[in-house]
């Protein structure tokens, strides 16, 4: 049991969506929780972002869920009247199976993402209640698909170089990653490279704040990382500083990847990317002299139809250039797969029958919500925001104020999304429930108990979904339910790793087997059956319909010239705390695509496009390359004049590989906004 007294210290782990996974040093005064500090920490240097250090204001938000509620006025009204967790998990199962009975249980979607990020808030209990339902299926590609299918397809997602041998680097390239606002704690390592003579180069349409410092700053046009990557490589075989030694050993394909970059001149390249010959060539030449040479690749530039293929493009230059094989040298994309969790197996998670029900592109929800044949009826989001975090935000309105669909939003607060319920569930936080955090940047994991009681009526997840386990007369007898035994099902399928229950009760900060700052090429291959590289392997190639092809908007509309991406921004993680920050926000664009439009900084403007509008403020900056506007992801309805955010503009066709979102695919025009 916790105790009660003036003040306690606890030990405990950030899980959220962020790379880093913090370690934390929570106070707890008279229950509450009162402080929130960075704990030691070799990784982190123990500091927290400002978003986790001021949790609190979350945790007791007058906004936060308090009980369960049933909705009385109209959907989107966000009319709400309380009831108890027994009336509303019967409601709950009341409805669910009404409906599974007149339409088939596929009728049923689950709708979750990264939420917490927990490896016990996600997967465990959920995925056995809906696998035993026979709901629908969710393809959770809202982030990371085409990263992940393109890591996992050239190098079976292994492990890359970590935060702390970023000091080794002598050229380090951030490209499509803004670390400042999203994953802070490689900022400093990279600092200290630099104190020793390293060279920083960014790749971002955007000046961020380490663009603003580095050397060299490619501002690209959105979606033509590709391009960039395969002249960069086309100069390298051109030059003689490819590495035919390490492509002869470690890697296939590689003839194949140097004939599709070969049509990629400088010039050639120019023209797509925005850049000039010179800028292209300094880089080329850079990255080629310098050891070791480390590239940070982000998210950003996947979010686009030729995401997939950029991604597989920047993450096989250093095979191509030969940058392997030393401490710093490689590159880092999500280090996720150094922990590998496997307790599918354990879990029971068959469906009725056997049957396979379909599966649902979370990225076009809102779509299925208005056209999938059988209808979906019932619709339970967890963990995710999605009216907030979707694209084609107009479709997923529609579809979730469809009078005759059952909504249930599971969350800690009154999300966008939870206005449309027909029940509320109040969620706890990673402070008051038993969890797992892993990093997907920092090598780590670490054990989450929590500090304080549930606020309000909250439960956990696990405790939820294994309860509605249950009522659904799902249960099986003698399987783990609760959280603790859940964690040790989650850690016993850990592969590779021993006694891994242990060395979190006894260890500062828990690493994967090998330690976590693997010399790639070295001690860590590619998780390829070969152990070898593959730079064209031909699933991707299948399914991207010719790997590392550039392909161009298909509609360049010229109704709609300028690019809308959507980056991370520090206050909020994706749409989480959202409800915290209620002003306006502004739209950014360039002063000379303002002064060609004769807006001026301050005004407020019309963003639009064929699929909707968002009114806001605009703030003229050189920030932004021409050609590009930006406005944050995350936002809530409160932040804009309309209620509309960025997504709204966000288009829902699929990356090119992985089936994953096109946020910063969008195109729009802008003008004034006239009272009417
Ligand atoms: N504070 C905070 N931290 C977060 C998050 C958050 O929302 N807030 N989100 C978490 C999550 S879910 C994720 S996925 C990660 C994301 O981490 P990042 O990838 O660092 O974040 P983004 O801002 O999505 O994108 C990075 C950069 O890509 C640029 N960009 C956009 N389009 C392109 C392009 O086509 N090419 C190139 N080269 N660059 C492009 C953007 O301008 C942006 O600066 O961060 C995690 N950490
Ligand atoms: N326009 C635009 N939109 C984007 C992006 C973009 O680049 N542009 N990026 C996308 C990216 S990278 C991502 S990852 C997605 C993320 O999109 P979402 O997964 O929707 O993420 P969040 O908005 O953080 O919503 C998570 C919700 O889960 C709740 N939650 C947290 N912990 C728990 C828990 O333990 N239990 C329950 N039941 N609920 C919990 C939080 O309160 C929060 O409301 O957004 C995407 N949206
Ligand atoms: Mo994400």
Redesign the pocket.
Known sequence: MLRRMASTLHTTACP?????ACRIEATVTDGRVTRLEGADSAITGGFL?K?VRNFDQHLYHPDRVGTPLRRIGAKGEGKFEALSWDAALDLVVREFTDRATRYGAECILPLSY?GSNGLLSQDTADARLFARLGASRLARTV??APSGRAAGGLYGKMPGVAYEDYEAAKWIGV?????S????HLVPWIRRARDQGARLVV????R?PLAAQADQH?A??????VV?ALATMRWLFEHGTADLAFLQEHTTGWEELRLRADRWTLSAATEVTGLTVDEIERFAGDYAAATPAVIRC????E??R??GS?VASVIALPAVAGKFGVRGGGYTMSNSGAWRFAPEGTLGLDTPGGSQPRTVNMNQTGQALLEADPPIQALFVYNSNPLATLPNQAAMRKGLAREDLFTVVFDQVMTDTAQYADVVLPATTFLEHRDLARGYGNFVLHRIEPVIEPVGESRSNVDVFGELVSRFGLGRDGEPESDEALEAVVLAAAQGEADLSERLDTEIETHPVGGGRPILFVDSFPRTADRKAHLVPGDLDTEADGLYRFRPAPTEDPSFPLTL????????????FGQIYRDAVPLEMHPDDALGRGLVDGITVRVYNRAGEVHCPLRVSDR?RRGVV?L???LWSHNTINGNTSNVLCPDHLADLGGGASF?DARVEVEALRAS
Not at 565 to 576: H, Y
């Open positions: 959220l969506d962020c790379p880093d972002c978003k990264g982030c990371a490209w499509g990653a803004n670390p606002a999203s994953g802070i790749v971002d349409p955007r961020t490619l690209l046009r959105p979606g033509t990382d960039l982000g998210w950003g530039l979010r686009n030729n995401g950029g991406i959507s980056p991370a921004s520090g206050r909020t993680v994706s749409s989480t932004v930006t944050p992801k995350g910063n």
